[in-house]
C-alpha cells in the first residue's frame, strides 16, 4: 500500500472512533466519557485543540500579510496553503470549542448577549469573524476548480488585499484575547506561567509558530507524495519565525527577572523541569538547528526546528489552558475516548487538507496580483512541482471499512456504567463500636471520615421511661440472631443497597441453592414471583419490630440512622420544653462527639477495633439446610 | 447591599444549612460522584460544612463577591451581580463553556457533568425569597445564629464589634471585607480561612480589572493594527515602484 493510503487509514480509523465518543458525549453528557470535573472543568479539548490550536493556524494571517502587505512574492506559492491550513485550523478548534460547550446548540449567544468584559466573548467574535474572512479568501479556489461563480472569484481576489489586513487586525485581537482569558486566574495559574504580558506574548508566539506550521504542513506532503520542496525559502521563512521565537522567549525571561520568578525556575519542581522542557523546544531546538547556513537548508533541521516549535508552543498553551492551571492538587487524566475525539477532529481536518491538496491548485506558482485585475486570470503551472491533479476516487472501500469498524469497535468499549454516569462512589459502612466507653455507649461512624457519633445503647434500651422496645431499631435480623447491627443491610452510606444477597444464595460457596429453590418452575425469575425471605428464615422479624419491612431495598445507612433516631427524638422532644434540644443536630452531632481517629478523646485506634466484617457463615448454612433436603428430593 | 456574616466560632456542623439550602432550592440528592472536589460541594449541594480539626466548622458557598470574576468572564452575561447583593446565574443564557469555573478565586461554581443538557450549579443566595423581603433559607435554619443575613456594613459592624469584643477568641480579620475588592458572603473565625481560596492568593486585586486592561487595549489595537498594516503595504508598494523606475522597467505610478 502507498504511503497516502496508510496515513489516511489510520486517519479514518481515529475518526471512527471519535464519532462513538462524540455521540457518547452528546446523548449523556460530559461526565459519560471526559475525566473532567469541578476541580478541572477544561480538559484536552480545550488545553489541545482549542488554545494551541487557534496559535499552530496563526500562519494564515502571517504568511498572506508577508506576502499581500509586505509584497514578499517569492512566498506567493505558500499563500493558498497557509489560508487552507488556518480555516482548516479553525474550524477543527470551533469544532473542538462545541463538543466541548455543555450547551453547544447555545454557541451563538455571544453574537446577541454582549460583554465586552470578557476576553471570551472578544474571543468568540473574532474567531466567528475570521472564519468568515478564511473562508472568503480560501473559496476562490474551489471555485476556480468548479469554474462556478467567476464573477465572484474574481473579486474575490481582486480585493484580497482588503481581507489580508482585516485577518491581521481581527487575528491581533483574538490571539492576544486568548492570553487575556488567564489574567483573571493569577491564584490558580503556575507563576512561571502567570504574566500581565500575556496577551502579548501569546499574539508573539501565535505570529512566531504560523510559519512553521505552514512549513511543517509543506514537508509533510513532500513526504507523502514524493515531492521536491523549495529549502532555501522555506529554511528562510523558518529562521524569520526563529527570530521571533528568539524574542518570545527573550520577553518572557525579562519579565520573569522583573518579577523574581529565576528561583521558581530553579526550584527542581515538576513545574520547573517542564518550564525548561518548554524552553527546550520553544528556544533552543529551533534556533540551533536553523542559526547556520548549512544546517538550515538541509531537511532534517527543518523537520526538527518545526516540529520542536510545534511542540513547545502546543505544549506553553496547554501548560496555560490546564495543566499548570489548577492548583488544588487536583489530577487530571484524559480518558482515551477525549483523546479520541481530540485526535478525531485533527484527523477530520488532516483529511479536509489532503483532500483540498489532491483535488485543488493549491501550488499557484503565480502571485495574484491585485492590480492586474479581473481580466487576466491568474495563471497555473498546472505540471507544476507539487500539484497532483485531480485524483481518480482510490481506496475507497479501505476507509469506509477502517471507520466503520473502528467505529463500532469503540462503541462497544464505551463502558456502559460511565454512559450510566454512574460515578457513585462507593462509600462502605462499618459496625458501631461498643463496650469501649462506661457502660455499653456505641461510637457509630458508619462512613469511616473519623467523625463518630456517641450512642448510649443502655440509655436507649433499658430506660424504663422510654418503653423503646428492640424492635424499634432492630426492626429485622440476620438468620439465627436477634441484634443485627444496622450496618449489615444498610451497607452503603448514601445510597440503597439490596438487603437481599442473591448471588450468595446461588452461589456454591454460599448457600448452593437452585433457581427452582426459590423461583417457580418454568416461570421468568423475578423477584416479585420469588419466595419470602421469611419461608426459610422463619426468625428474619423480632415480633416486636415497629418498622415493617416491605422491599428488601435497605435505605442509606445515613438516611436509615436519620429515619429511625430523628424520629423519636422529634416526639420526644416536643413532650416537654427541658427536652427541647433533642430534635435537633447538635444533641447526637455535639462538639463532644469524637472529632477525629487519631486524636479521639478515648484514645481508639479505630481501624485496628474496626475489622472487617465476618458473616456468621455456620449460622447461615444451618439455617437454610430445610431448603437443602428440599434439593435432595 | 444584603450580605450572609458566618462566625465560624459558632458553627456546631449540624448541616441544617446545607438541608434547608437543599430543600428551599430542590436540589436532588448529594451523593459523591467521581468529579466531585473534596469540599463537599456539588452540582446537587450548593453549600456545604468543611470539617477542621479542633472542632471547626467552616461552611462553604458562593461569596458573591462584589466585583465578580465570574461576571467578568462570562462571554453571554449569564451571571450577574444584583444591587441587591447575590450574584445570579442565568441558565438561558448560558453556553455551557465554564470559563466561570476557571475564574473563579474560590472555586464554587459546579457542573451538572452527568446530564446531556448541563448547567452551572451555584449558591444565589436565595434571590427569590430576598426579592419578597425573606432571608435565605440556610441563614434562617441555623440553630445558633452562626450564620446570619443582614445589610453588609451593618454585618461588617457586627463582626469588628465582635472581634473587639473578644479579641483572644479570633483572628483579627473580617473575612470579605476587602478580599478580591470585597464580597457579600463575610466571615469572622478562630481559625485561618485562607484554605477557601486557591493556595496563590489574589489578595485585595479586583480580578476583573486584570482582564479590563487588556480588553480596554482592544479597540486601539484593532485600528491601529490596521493602519499600520494598510501603512506597511503602501510603503513596500511604493519601494518597488522605485525599484521598478530605477531599472528602467516601468513608469512611476
Given at each position: 500500500m502507498k504511503k497516502v493510503t496508510i496515513f489516511k487509514s489510520v486517519l479514518w480509523a481515529i475518526l471512527g472512533f471519535a464519532l462513538a465518543s462524540g455521540i457518547t458525549r452528546m446523548l449523556f453528557g460530559l461526565g459519560s466519557i471526559t475525566n473532567q470535573s469541578d476541580a478541572t472543568p477544561w480538559g484536552i479539548w480545550k488545553g489541545m485543540n482549542v488554545i494551541p490550536g487557534i496559535a499552530l493556524a496563526a500562519g494564515g494571517f502571517v504568511v498572506t500579510a508577508v506576502i499581500y502587505i509586505f509584497r514578499r512574492h517569492e512566498y506567493a506559492r505558500y499563500s493558498r496553503v497557509a489560508v487552507l491550513l488556518a480555516f482548516l485550523g479553525y474550524l477543527s478548534a470551533a469544532t473542538a470549542l462545541v463538543v466541548e460547550l455543555g450547551l453547544p446548540w447555545m454557541v451563538w449567544h455571544p453574537v446577541i448577549y454582549w460583554q465586552h468584559h470578557s476576553a471570551l466573548f472578544e474571543v468568540s467574535w473574532c474567531v466567528i469573524l475570521y472564519l468568515m474572512v478564511l473562508f472568503l479568501e480560501f473559496i476562490p479556489v474551489p471555485l476556480e476548480e468548479t469554474g462556478w461563480f467567476p464573477k465572484v472569484k474574481n473579486f474575490l481576489i481582486k480585493y484580497k488585499l482588503v481581507l489580508v489586513i482585516l485577518g491581521v487586525m481581527i487575528s491581533t485581537l483574538h490571539q492576544s484575547s486568548l492570553g487575556t482569558m488567564f489574567l483573571i486566574t493569577p491564584e490558580k495559574?503556575?507563576?512561571?506561567?502567570?504574566?500581565s504580558l500575556l496577551p502579548i506574548l501569546f499574539f508573539i508566539s501565535a505570529v512566531a509558530v504560523g510559519?512553521?506550521?505552514?512549513?511543517?504542513?509543506?514537508?509533510?506532503?513532500?513526504?507523502?507524495?514524493n515531492k521536491v520542496i523549495e529549502k532555501e525559502k522555506l529554511a528562510k521563512l523558518a529562521l524569520a519565525s526563529a527570530i521571533i521565537l528568539t524574542i518570545f522567549s527573550v520577553i518572557r525571561l525579562v519579565d520573569m527577572g522583573i518579577h523574581g520568578k529565576f528561583g521558581i525556575a530553579f526550584s527542581g519542581s515538576w513545574q520547573s523541569a517542564i518550564f525548561w522542557i518548554e524552553m527546550l523546544l520553544v528556544f533552543f531546538i529551533p534556533?540551533?538547528?536553523?542559526?547556520?547556513?548549512?544546517?538550515?537548508?538541509?531537511?532534517?533541521?527543518?523537520w526538527m526546528a518545526t516540529i520542536s516549535a510545534v511542540l513547545g508552543i502546543g505544549l506553553h498553551r496547554a501548560n496555560i489552558a490546564g495543566i499548570m492551571l489548577t492548583q488544588t492538587g487536583a489530577t487530571y487524566t484524559p480518558t482515551i475516548f477525549e483523546i479520541s475525539i481530540s485526535l478525531g477532529i485533527l484527523s477530520a481536518a488532516i483529511l479536509a487538507f489532503l483532500f483540498c491538496v489532491e483535488r485543488f491548485k493549491l501550488w499557484e506558482v503565480k502571485w495574484e496580483d491585485p492590480r492586474e485585475g479581473l481580466e487576466s486570470k491568474p495563471q497555473f503551472d498546472r505540471a507544476g512541482e507539487v500539484w497532483l491533479g485531480t485524483p481518480h476516487i482510490a481506496n475507497r472501500t479501505v476507509f469506509s471499512a477502517v471507520l466503520i469498524v473502528t467505529f463500532a469497535v469503540s462503541l462497544a468499549i464505551i463502558p456502559y456504567n460511565r454512559i450510566k454516569s454512574e460515578g457513585v462512589v462507593k462509600v462502605d459502612v462499618r459496625e458501631a463500636l461498643g463496650s469501649v466507653m462506661e457502660g455499653d455507649t456505641l461510637i457509630i461512624d458508619g462512613n469511616r471520615d473519623g467523625y463518630a457519633v456517641k450512642f448510649d445503647h443502655n440509655y436507649h434500651a433499658y430506660n424504663d421511661s422510654l418503653k423503646i422496645t428492640c424492635g424499634i431499631c432492630h426492626h429485622m435480623n440476620m438468620p439465627l440472631d436477634k441484634t443485627s447491627g444496622c450496618y449489615s443491610c444498610h451497607r452503603e452510606m448514601y445510597t440503597p443497597v439490596d438487603a437481599f444477597k442473591h448471588d450468595w444464595h446461588a452461589s456454591p460457596s454460599g448457600a448452593k441453592l437452585s433457581c427452582t429453590q426459590c423461583h417457580p418452575d418454568g416461570e421468568r425469575?423475578?423477584?416479585?414471583?420469588?419466595k419470602d425471605c421469611s419461608e426459610c428464615h422463619k426468625d428474619l422479624i423480632p415480633t416486636d419490630a415497629t418498622i415493617k419491612v416491605e422491599s428488601y431495598d435497605a435505605l442509606s445507612y445515613a438516611d436509615a440512622m436519620h429515619g429511625v433516631c430523628v424520629e423519636c427524638h422529634k416526639t420526644e422532644a416536643a413532650k416537654s420544653e427541658d427536652r427541647a434540644k433533642l430534635g435537633q443536630c447538635e444533641s447526637c452531632h455535639s462538639a463532644e462527639r469524637i472529632m477525629t481517629v487519631e486524636g479521639n478523646a478515648i484514645g481508639l485506634d479505630m481501624d485496628k477495633a474496626f475489622g472487617s466484617v465476618v458473616l456468621p457463615e455456620n449460622e447461615m448454612e444451618e439455617s437454610v439446610e430445610p431448603a437443602k433436603e428440599v434439593t435432595d428430593e | 447591599m444584603k450580605a450572609i456574616l458566618t462566625d465560624v466560632t459558632k458553627c456546631i456542623g449540624c448541616e441544617e444549612c446545607v438541608a434547608a439550602c437543599k430543600e428551599y432550592n430542590k436540589l436532588e440528592e448529594n451523593v459523591p460522584r467521581a468529579w466531585h472536589r473534596d469540599d463537599g460541594l456539588s452540582a446537587r449541594n450548593w453549600t456545604s460544612i468543611i470539617?477542621?480539626?479542633?472542632?471547626?466548622?467552616?461552611?462553604?458557598?458562593?461569596?458573591?463577591?462584589?466585583?465578580?470574576?465570574?461576571?467578568?468572564?462570562?462571554?453571554?452575561?449569564?451571571?450577574?451581580?444584583?444591587?441587591?447583593?447575590?450574584?445570579?446565574?442565568?441558565?438561558s443564557k448560558c453556553i455551557g463553556c465554564r470559563y466561570c469555573m476557571i475564574a473563579c478565586p474560590y472555586g464554587i461554581p459546579r457542573y451538572d457533568w452527568d446530564s446531556a443538557v448541563p448547567y452551572i450549579q451555584k449558591c444565589n443566595m436565595c434571590v427569590e425569597r430576598l426579592k419578597k423581603g425573606i432571608e435565605p433559607a440556610c441563614t434562617s435554619a441555623c440553630p445558633t445564629g452562626a450564620t446570619i443575613f443582614g445589610?453588609?456594613?451593618?454585618?461588617?459592624?457586627?463582626?469588628?464589634?465582635?472581634?473587639?469584643?473578644?479579641?483572644?477568641?479570633?483572628?483579627?480579620?473580617?473575612?470579605?471585607?476587602?478580599?478580591?475588592?470585597?464580597?457579600?458572603?463575610?466571615?469572622i473565625s478562630d481559625v485561618d480561612l485562607d484554605f477557601l481560596t486557591f493556595p496563590l492568593k489574589s489578595g485585595d486585586k479586583v480580578l476583573p480589572d486584570t482582564t479590563m486592561t487588556a480588553m480596554s487595549a482592544v479597540p486601539p489595537a484593532f485600528i491601529g493594527m490596521g493602519a499600520i498594516m494598510t501603512g506597511i503595504y503602501w510603503i513596500c508598494k511604493r519601494r518597488d515602484e522605485v525599484k521598478q523606475h530605477d531599472n528602467g522597467g516601468g513608469e512611476e505610478k
Open positions: 495559574l503556575h507563576p512561571l506561567w502567570y504574566s510559519p512553521l506550521m505552514v512549513i511543517l504542513a509543506v514537508l509533510t506532503i513532500s513526504t507523502l507524495y534556533v540551533i538547528s536553523l542559526a547556520f547556513k548549512k544546517m538550515r537548508y538541509s531537511t532534517g533541521a527543518l425469575k423475578l423477584a416479585d414471583n420469588a | 470539617h477542621k480539626p479542633g472542632p471547626h466548622y467552616v461552611r462553604k458557598q458562593c461569596r458573591h463577591c462584589l466585583a465578580p470574576a465570574c461576571e467578568s468572564a462570562c462571554p453571554v452575561g449569564a451571571l450577574i451581580k444584583t444591587d441587591e447583593g447575590p450574584v445570579i446565574y442565568d441558565g445589610d453588609r456594613d451593618e454585618l461588617i459592624k457586627e463582626a469588628k464589634r465582635r472581634i473587639s469584643q473578644e479579641p483572644g477568641k479570633y483572628i483579627n480579620k473580617v473575612y470579605g471585607e476587602h478580599d478580591v475588592g470585597g464580597t457579600s458572603v463575610l466571615y
